[in-house]
């Protein structure tokens, strides 16, 4: 998921997996271990399918670790709030964050296999919200979803997780999801949006790899 314009890491309040931390550095540690991939962009046939469940084998892994790292630092280079296993070319259930909420407070972690909980009428709000995408280069759109969203899934090691959500980073648990079901913001976007979405991104692709290039060389990665 593409990050907000304004937004910032450098925020008093840090969540990590979901639980509070006294101090945490500007650059999440994975970032550090992890080396930029390649991200996939629209029109890849990998970010149209549903993608595998971590298997109780990969658990606990050097090789998943690695990739959890990797993650991290492609979020970083791309200049993201969060990316998907799919949009670094990897069939898996499995995502990644690193975004300040609406309230001012840091939410990093990754979680593997998110089922989301299904939000009651009662105490849902659908908000309608600028929303990009590190797979769609450039352009933002204006997408409704709920505004609270819960997601159950397992860390790294196996362990169950539950992570909530409100504001933006709810947004962002549900749009790493659906990349995770084969869906991308698009498809909940007009014919009319959509086809406007990709001309815009067709004209602006290239500058945001430049970008991305700057950063990586910036970041040693």
Request: glycine fraction near 8%; proline fraction near 5%.
């Amino acid at each position: 998921m593409a990050v907000r314009f304004g937004d910032t890491s450098q925020d008093r309040k840090v969540r990590v997996q979901g639980e509070p931390v006294d101090s945490y550095p500007q650059l999440a540690p994975e970032v550090e271990r992890g080396a930029a991939r390649r991200i996939t962009v629209v029109g890849e046939e990998i970010l149209n399918r549903r993608c595998r469940e971590v298997t109780e084998a990969e658990f606990g892994t050097p090789e998943l670790s690695q990739l959890i790292d990797d993650m991290f630092a492609t979020n970083q280079v791309a200049n993201g709030a969060g990316i998907a296993a799919p949009q670094v070319d990897v069939d898996l259930q499995l995502f990644i964050w690193d975004i300040v909420d609406d309230w001012g407070v840091r939410h990093v972690g990754h979680i593997a296999n998110p089922v989301l909980d299904e939000i009651g009428s009662d105490d849902r709000v659908l908000v309608e919200e600028s929303e990009g995408c590190l797979s769609v280069p450039g352009p933002y759109r204006m997408v409704p979803r709920p505004d609270r969203a819960v997601v159950r899934g397992r860390d790294k090691d196996g362990k169950p997780l539950v992570i909530e959500g409100r504001g933006y980073f709810a947004r962002c648990l549900q749009h790493e999801t659906d990349h995770l079901y084969g869906h991308l913001y698009l498809d909940r976007l007009s014919k009319r949006e959509r086809k406007s979405a990709l001309v815009e991104m067709a004209g602006s692709k290239e500058k945001m790899f430049a970008e991305r290039e700057a950063r990586a060389q910036k970041l040693g990665k």
